[in-house]
């Protein structure tokens, strides 16, 4: 997602449509200072979709993984690879370098979600499919209990371009050790744009929200759940400017042989992807 009109002095859009086609709306600065909301997760739990064995325990704990790993990052079935850059007790910061496949559900017919209506998007059937991530390296923080992670995105001069919050169930790892997290998107993004008069928080995707309630993706109570989740967001980042926001991250840039492009690994999932084409 890029961001919104930049030049110095000109009016702001309050709502707009992002690359994705996603719509994406303005939130009023003097929301980011109201008390933080509770969000109680429990209705999102029966979300998580794996095809791997658990158990499972959350991100934070030790062991932890080794800085320059091969991590696996699941979320429900799409896979993409990171180098670990760091993991202890506050969470997980990894590298995803550009030009690397991803595995990713894909609409049977092949037609972009962008070019489809949002009511659409929600009734399509899927099937996973190999893609290569498009753009820079990404680096991604996911705090330890946390229902989202921090993307920091980079223009193509390697300068840092923004934050991209990703609403997501809090990330959970296998109790073996074995080097993968797992999570699941849940529709529901932030955009932080950075300007001198302070940040300000666009929300992404509401509409496709509404409409994966209304088309049965998610109940009632899952819906506000998340809107919730993007309340807590707003405020953590917006006003606290919580962790990882307090580290300088912007300026973190991977040793050169981490930014070379990863293939997938040949697990079962992703063989079936590749005999499909």
Known sequence: MSEPVTSEG????????????????RLASESYAAP??????????????????GPYRRLGDPPYFATGELLSWYSGRSLALHHVVRDDERGLVA???GGSEVLVGAPLDGKEMRDRPVAERITLDHEMRIRTWRGPGILRVAPTGKPWSLWYFTNEAGSF??????IELPHERPVSGEQRVHTRDLTLDLWLEHTQQGPKVWLKDEDELDAGVEGGRYTADQG????AIGDLARYEFGHL????????WEDYRPPPEWDEPLSLPDLPAVLEARARG
């Open 10 to 25: 000109s009016t702001v859009r309050d709502t707009w449509v992002t690359p994705s086609g996603g719509l994406a709306r």
């Open 36 to 53: 933080a909301p509770s969000a109680d997760l429990s209705p999102l739990e029966e979300l998580r979709t794996t095809d791997l064995p």
């Open 95 to 97: 590298w995803q370098p």
């Open 161 to 166: 371009a923004g934050h991209y919050v990703n």
């Open 224 to 227: 506000a759940t998340i809107r």
């Open 241 to 248: 400017r919580s962790w990882p926001l307090d580290e300088g």
